[in-house]
């Protein structure tokens, strides 16, 4: 079940519930950043918004890619009372047609965004305008520290997609962000759909229950085939061949350990109460030529928790290999299969399975069924915490990777290297912060030396 920030009872809130740590716990501990280096900005406080009830929840579309549509779709598939999107936003009018017809579509009478459809890198400003009452960030990840920042400064409730940064200063701008809409009395609820799954759920329960003892060693894989690149068109500038394909470039996606991987790794968080310490790792290019971007094509990577479990993680894009992706725990008396919620004893029988109806709930529309519900009731999701550790575990594992070297928690959370400026990028004319050298070539990351190891 998702987190709340605050609840009502009888019309009253009561005492703020929040079973995340917070951004000052998940700095403590020794990994207190030195010198300030967290800080909330300019942002206002917002005043939060009441409980729905049955009245008209209006939502705004920004990123109007496949997820985004499809995350608006889900969202008006939600009962309980009048809900309808009022505004769309998108670096490009393509999209956000397409967008529009896709919802229409589905849902003619509740969609009405005459006069509220926004185009360009600044469109999102133009929808925080409008009277939304919440808005869904799709957009790609390296956007979203600047996107969630404002959305909360307008006071407006926030679902944001999946990984939440690209690197460490936006992981810190999400966390501070978050403190805001916490104070505010904002929900935001994050696209880790596994949290909210009924097979997931139980099993981990299950799991924390002590069903197979204390945990020893983990498995998280997600290996499955390449993924497709538009080809340049005449014309058209750097920074929009980059956005049109986002999922090449580290500045923008995080690479798929972090774009991809990030839900099997906020599984394993999930299940340990716990991020890595510390993470080792290897990965490369093993298909694809520097043409085509900069990403990996496979990571492997070796994570430690301080309890002293061990977690295998796996992640590839290559066509013609083996795919496959879960979440596997062992443990003192016992393991599971934590994505079929399966669970064993120590001779490997099958000691409990979820209902079959649970273990395959569609996640994508359950979190939207919980947030809306927990709008109409007053609750307020508080889900940017826990996605913000898992976006940065998945970064300390790109920075292993890329580096070849052992990861520091600490170090990698302090890092003050950022991959881009998404404030500066105002236009499609603006120069990206990665460019291809004169052979047309990107830089990819080198193990071993000093070259883009974030």
């Known amino acids: 079940m998702a987190q709340n920030c605050k609840s009502k009872t009888n019309g009253n809130h009561a005492n703020e519930v929040n079973q995340v740590p917070s951004r000052r716990h998940f700095l403590s501990g020794g990994m207190m950043l030195a010198g300030g280096a967290i800080v909330g900005g300019n942002l206002a406080v917002a005043r939060g918004a009441n409980a729905h009830g049955s009245d008209l929840i209006k939502i705004a579309l920004i990123g109007c890619g496949r997820r985004g549509t499809a995350a608006a779709i889900e969202a008006l598939n939600t009962v309980g009372g009048g809900i309808q999107i009022v505004a769309l936003a998108d670096v490009f009018e393509n999209n956000l047609h397409t967008a529009y017809r896709g919802i229409k579509g589905k849902h003619p009478d509740k969609i009405d965004v005459q006069g509220r459809r926004f185009v360009g890198l600044d469109s999102y400003r133009g929808v925080l305008q409008t009277d939304a009452d919440l808005v869904i960030l799709a957009t790609p990840p390296a956007f979203r520290p600047l996107q969630f920042e404002a959305a909360v400064a307008a006071g407006k409730h926030v679902f944001m997609e999946k990984p939440l940064a690209t690197d460490a200063p936006g992981v810190r701008r999400v966390l501070a962000a978050a403190e805001v809409a916490r104070a505010s009395g904002l929900a935001v609820a994050v696209g880790l759909q596994r949290r909210h799954q009924p097979g997931y759920q139980e099993c981990i329960r299950r799991l924390h229950d002590g069903a197979i003892g204390d945990p020893i060693f983990a498995r998280a894989y997600w290996n499955g085939s390449a993924t497709a690149r538009r080809p340049r068109k005449t014309n058209q500038s750097e920074l929009e061949y980059q956005l049109r394909n986002w999922s090449q470039f580290t500045w923008l996606s995080g690479d798929q350990i972090s774009e991809q991987h990030i839900h099997n790794l906020d599984v394993i968080n999930w299940l340990l109460n716990a991020h890595p310490l510390e993470a080792q790792g290897q990965g490369g290019r093993s298909w694809q030529d520097e ?133 500066q990028l105002l236009s499609l004319d603006a120069q990206p912060p990665v460019l291809p050298g004169d052979d047309g070539r990107y830089p990819v990351a080198q193990p071993g030396s000093k070259v883009h190891q974030v």
């Open 291 to 423: 043409l085509s971007g900069q990403t990996f094509d496979h990571h492997m990577v070796e994570f430690t928790y301080g309890s002293g479990t061990r977690l295998l993680s796996q992640c590839r894009q290559q066509r013609g290999c083996w795919n496959g992706v879960g979440e596997y725990v062992h443990g003192t008396k016992g393991s599971a299969d934590i994505s079929h919620a399966k669970i064993f004893d120590a001779a490997g029988n099958l000691i409990w399975k979820s209902d079959a109806a649970a273990a395959k709930a569609n996640g994508w529309q359950q979190e939207q069924h919980d947030l809306v519900a927990s709008l109409r009731r007053g609750d307020l999701p508080c889900e940017a915490e826990y996605g913000a550790i898992s976006t940065m575990t998945a970064i300390l594992g790109r920075m292993a990777t890329y580096s070849g070297k052992i990861a520091k928690w600490e170090d990698a959370l302090a890092s003050k290297i950022g991959l881009a400026d998404c404030d």
